[in-house]
């Protein structure tokens, strides 16, 4: 137990150093403690990119889960913006979406404007599980832009510019469809990424893991996914999913992420800030 910890102090103060094989030996918590104190003292961030990828591949494979899974949670209540596109009907749109965000849990509600230099621009809306979980409230496109209205978080306005529900709008779900869709592979045995890169997406610097299933969809969520690990937090900033043509489907990246608390005028319609 000492040796461990003193090997975790070790690698922190000489982080600046290769250590893959001093990481190497340490036991799966030991290697996720050590991950979250260089995530949060920042001497991750601080690695070039010839330093951090083999340090990535020399963890053992369930590391990152456990590490992004006892952190998943830690922003609950927060405000982000984001770049966002979807394949809908087959079609890849010709500008991104750029929202803003607030999302709190327990219960979970949220306020999301698409801001003016994405597609979209101007349209908002919010969802209170509390309230009405079966139904969001916004102005969502075309006659809409001018009269708000309750629309079914499931129904064709609602899905029209996304293949998913408004509940999904935050920080933890990539976390948490990365982490089932683990399951699936180990079940096919795909018990590590397939690379292991440093990439840099709209000015978000991550370590990108990117998974190859062996059959594609409809068994997993896509055929290749390339997920984007925060090198401050425990999250994935970014995701890039492909079909089984190989084709893009959905691009994702969270800009801006701050724990903040909200009351309960953030997610009123009749907040003076909102258009509705």
Not at 52 to 80: I, K
Not at 215 to 223: C, I, S
Request: charged share 30%; aromatic share 10%.
């Amino acid at each position: 137990m000492l040796r461990a910890a003193l090997l975790i102090l070790c690698c922190c103060m000489c982080i600046g150093r290769a250590q893959a094989q001093d990481l190497a030996t340490l036991s799966i918590d030991e290697q996720v403690r050590w991950l979250a104190n260089a995530a949060e003292t920042g001497a991750l961030e601080n690695l070039d990119d010839d330093q951090l990828t083999p340090l990535f591949r020399s963890l053992d494979p369930l590391t990152v889960p456990r590490y992004l899974e006892a952190g998943q949670h830690q922003y609950a209540s927060c405000e982000f913006t984001m770049r966002r596109r979807e394949r809908i009907k087959g079609k890849w749109p010709k500008r991104e979406d750029h929202m803003l965000v607030r999302v709190t849990r327990d219960p979970l509600r949220i306020y999301a404007k698409w801001l003016p230099d994405g597609a979209h621009a101007g349209q908002e809306v919010i969802y209170d599980d509390s309230k009405r979980p079966d139904e969001l409230y916004g102005h969502l496109g075309g006659f809409l832009g001018v009269v708000p209205l309750w629309a079914s978080v499931n129904g064709t306005l609602a899905r029209a510019q996304s293949n998913h529900s408004i509940r999904e709008l935050n920080v933890e779900s990539i976390t948490q469809r990365f982490l089932a869709e683990g399951r699936k592979f180990a079940e096919a045995g795909i018990t590590k990424p397939s690379s292991i890169d440093v990439k840099t997406f709209d000015g978000v610097r991550v370590v990108a893991f990117t998974y190859d299933t062996p059959t594609g969809q409809p068994a997993f969520y896509a055929k290749r996914e390339i997920l984007g690990l925060d090198l401050r937090r425990p999250l994935l900033r970014t995701v890039e999913s492909f079909d089984n043509d190989g084709e893009i489907f959905e691009s994702v990246v969270f800009e801006r992420i701050e724990e903040k608390p909200f009351d309960d005028l953030t997610f009123d319609p009749r907040n003076p800030e909102y258009r509705f």
